[in-house]
């Protein structure tokens, strides 16, 4: 076992140590998972054949026996926890997910286990705050002095706002000019914290908009061509996913082609290459865009500005261009090099 393990495991047989009855001992080890399932109010009562609320009572009033015990010394194995959670949490920006903090400590992704043992000692600790998972805030501690639980989520609310007003993700720097924080890290860790947000290649934003948080492949080709700022062909967008920071990133060639085909927001230029609608692309054949270009010029152009339209908006061969133009049907040529819609 690693020395910050032992650290941590002295200092929570140190507290469960303290408390006398077995049967208390157990209620909490249970109530926090310290054996690595958390269990309710519920599952712990008809185990000991009591009644719910005598499990909460006996609950809330052996963790006041133990915060007495900590701030009165009674457990000196916790000294040396609190420092190394706090020397962790520093570094970190004063607060964070409890998943980030044990496998800082750790050294590897942790237990639910040595989750469940941070969570025990920031809620008997005096110089540690205890975030509760809940709808809107991920399980997190950090540095009392810092906040207790209700100002730190304030404080995440506060960059939650600052992001909606804005209205796209921001980096941090940008949160940092509009937000009177310290340090940049500490807004990055507050926003951690939060359910509403997410962040992506150095981005935060809403945890619903797909830029920062994308949930389907559709949404993470959308991520890929929005950063690459330029067209791509289809295996390319796979390498890029499969080459990112996205959680779930193992797709196949052909469901990103399936996908591209799809969605509106895709727009083929070329063989195999994408571009997105948003920077101007239009969706149809060499021909529709032809058409578009004389419509929009409204006056007969010539072959080669006709070409030098299209290729703006298709990457294809000159060639293909020309042969389509050849379309007696759509296309009518007038004096030497000029062409115009052909009359209906």
């Known amino acids: 076992m690693d ?11 140190g507290s469960l140590n303290i408390i006398e009855q077995d049967r208390e001992r157990e209620i909490i080890s249970r109530r926090f998972g310290l054996s690595g399932q958390k269990e309710t109010l519920e599952q712990i009562g008809e185990l000991l054949n009591i009644t719910r609320e005598r499990v909460r009572q006996l609950e809330k009033a052996i963790l006041v026996r133990l915060r007495i015990g900590a701030e009165e010394d009674m457990i000196p194995e916790l000294a040396a926890a609190e420092k190394l959670i706090v020397r962790n949490l520093t570094e970190l920006g004063r607060v964070a997910r409890t998943t980030e903090l044990a496998e800082r400590i750790h050294g590897h992704p942790a237990t639910s286990a040595e989750r469940a043992e941070l969570v025990f000692l920031g809620s008997i600790s005096k110089i540690l705050t205890v975030i509760d998972e809940n709808d809107h805030f991920y399980s997190a501690l950090g540095i009392a002095e810092y906040g207790d639980a209700r100002s730190i989520q304030a404080k995440a609310e506060e960059v939650v706002d600052v992001i909606k007003k804005n209205k796209e993700p921001m980096t941090i720097d940008q949160l940092d000019s509009a937000l009177n924080y310290e340090h940049p890290d500490h ?31 559709r949404d993470k080709i959308f991520v890929v061509l929005e950063a690459k700022k330029e067209p791509m062909h289809f295996s390319d967008i796979a390498t890029a996913i499969s080459n990112s920071n996205f959680r779930r990133k193992n797709v196949t060639i052909q469901a990103i082609h399936n996908e591209l085909i799809k969605d509106p927001r895709f727009v083929l230029i070329g063989r195999g290459i994408y571009a997105l609608s948003s920077w101007g692309y239009a969706r149809g054949t060499v021909s529709d865009i032809i058409k578009n270009v004389l419509k929009e010029a409204g006056e007969p152009l010539t072959r080669e500005e006709i070409v030098k339209r299209v290729l703006h908006a298709r990457k294809v061969k000159e060639t293909t261009v020309l042969l389509n133009l050849q379309n007696k049907e759509l296309f009518d040529k007038i004096d030497k090099d000029y062409y115009t819609l052909a009359k209906k």
């Open 187 to 217: 807004i990055k860790a507050v926003a951690s914290i939060s359910k509403q947000l997410a962040s992506l290649n150095g981005l935060w934003g809403l945890a619903k908009w797909p830029t920062v948080n994308p949930r389907n492949i």
């Open 3 to 13: 020395q910050n393990a032992d650290i941590i495991k002295n200092a929570i047989k």
